[in-house]
Each structure stands twice: as structure tokens, then as C-alpha cells.
């Protein structure tokens, strides 16, 4: 029987949980919606304080904490080691991932027969973000595809499902959450796309500019390129089952 964790990691957006988490519930009669995982890593707002109110009238509402900031791709994971259902989905907690897109991406997976779909991949259109930030990222997500040739346009956007089990046998490293194609498909998985849309920030600030992102890109970029090239081959599924009887595979 699957069923499906919603992922959140958010880092002071007090004033964008509340609305987020009624979107989300809202969607749940689409799919079999199991729990509500939001991720606080280190907030230094209200963020703990709204979560703890909403928590007590939600019971699938699940809050982790993180004591110091360890960023977007820690908080994902921290998260998915939580999480008990079998897909995973996951959105920004700015508010931009519009959440009545999470069926369409949980739709693919639940409907899956082969056992080889991992990922479903959100990709924006009519992105709502800066001019600057549009062209750093179209820029950006051209580079990574030709190195990587994952076949994504839009690495960047927060929406996506996956299976848990594949997941949590990816390596682990800092911004890895940007680099799940390709990833996925190191591994041996298949993924696919889906168009999905994208709005404004109602509600607090960006936690990156274009310069932090460049700087960063250049060395995971790298990183990531020597991941897939000297991956050592072996059966995907014998990677999910080492590392569900607690033997991880080397990488």
C-alpha cells in the first residue's frame, strides 16, 4: 500500500506556513496523503511558534528541528528519514510552489507498474521571479544539463515526488536537492517531468542572490560530474535493499 509524505524544509517563514499548509490539505482527497513533514532548520522567527499551533490541530502535521542551519538539502533529507510513507513529495516553504501541483507529481508514481519510475520532476513555467534571477537560472540550468545531461531544464524548482527507499541511498552532499536527475538517473532509475506553475513570494525574503548560487554551482557542478563518472555499477534495487537491511553501498 503506498502512501505519500508532503516534505517541507523552511527557515523563517512564519508567515508562510499557515496558508501552505491549508493549500496542502486541501489537495489531500487527490491522493493518499499520510503526513506533513515540515523541517525547521534553526529559524530564528515565529517559525517554531506557528508550526507548534497548527501541529495541535493537525494531527498528520510532523515538525522536525533542526538546532543549527544546515541547509536546504539537510533539512530535505532530515526530513525524509522521518518520513514512513513511500513516495515522497516535496515543495518550498516560501510559498512559490503552488501545493495544488502536488497531485499531478504523485499521480506518475502511484500509477507506476514497472518499478523503475524514482522521480518526478517539477519544471516551472512563467516563473515569477526576478529578471536577474530568471536569466542566472535559465543560464545556470543550460550549463548543468550539457555536463550532466539529465534532460532537465529546471533543476531548481522545489516540486518533485520520488520513492523514499531510492532516495535515501543517493549520496549525500551539501545542495544535492538541485542535482536529484541526475542523480537518479546515476543510479540507474527512470525519471520524468511535469510542467508546473509558479507564483510570487506573498511573505518574506530570498535566502540566496544570483552570486551566492553562481559561486556555489561552479563546485557542485564539478562534484556531481565526478559522482557519475566514476559511479561503480551495480543493481539498483540491490542498492534499496543493502541499504534497508543497513548495509549502505559504496558510492
Known sequence: ?????????????????????AEILETSASYP????????????????????????EEKRLVVVTHPHVGGQSAAIHSGVLRATGTIIAMLDGD???????????????????????????GQRVGRR?????????????????????????????????????????????????????????RDGWDITHVDVSHRERSAGRSKYNNFQRGLVGIFDLIGVSWLIRRRKRVNK???????????????
Open 95 to 121: 510559498g512559490q510552489n503552488p501545493p495544488f501541483e502536488l497531485p499531478k507529481l504523485v499521480a506518475p508514481l502511484l500509477a507506476d507498474t514497472t518499478g523503475n519510475l524514482a522521480l518526478v520532476a
Open 129 to 185: 521571479d526576478t529578471l536577474s534571477k530568471r536569466l542566472a537560472s535559465k543560464f545556470a540550468n543550460k550549463l548543468r544539463s550539457a555536463l550532466l545531461k539529465d534532460g532537465t531544464r529546471d533543476t531548481g524548482c522545489g516540486l518533485k515526488a520520488f520513492r523514499r527507499d531510492a532516495f535515501l541511498v543517493l549520496p549525500l552532499f551539501n545542495h544535492m536537492h538541485r542535482y536529484l536527475p541526475a542523480l537518479f538517473l
Open 33 to 56: 496523503l499520510h503526513e506533513i513533514i515540515f523541517v525547521d532548520d534553526a529559524s530564528t522567527d515565529s517559525t517554531q511558534e506557528v508550526l507548534s499551533t497548527l501541529q495541535a
Open 1 to 21: 500500500m503506498q502512501n505519500v509524505s508532503i516534505v517541507v524544509p523552511v527557515h523563517n517563514e512564519a508567515d508562510n506556513i499557515g496558508t501552505l499548509v
Open 237 to 251: 534495487m540491490s542498492q534499496v535493499l543493502q541499504h534497508n537491511s543497513g548495509k549502505l553501498p559504496h558510492v
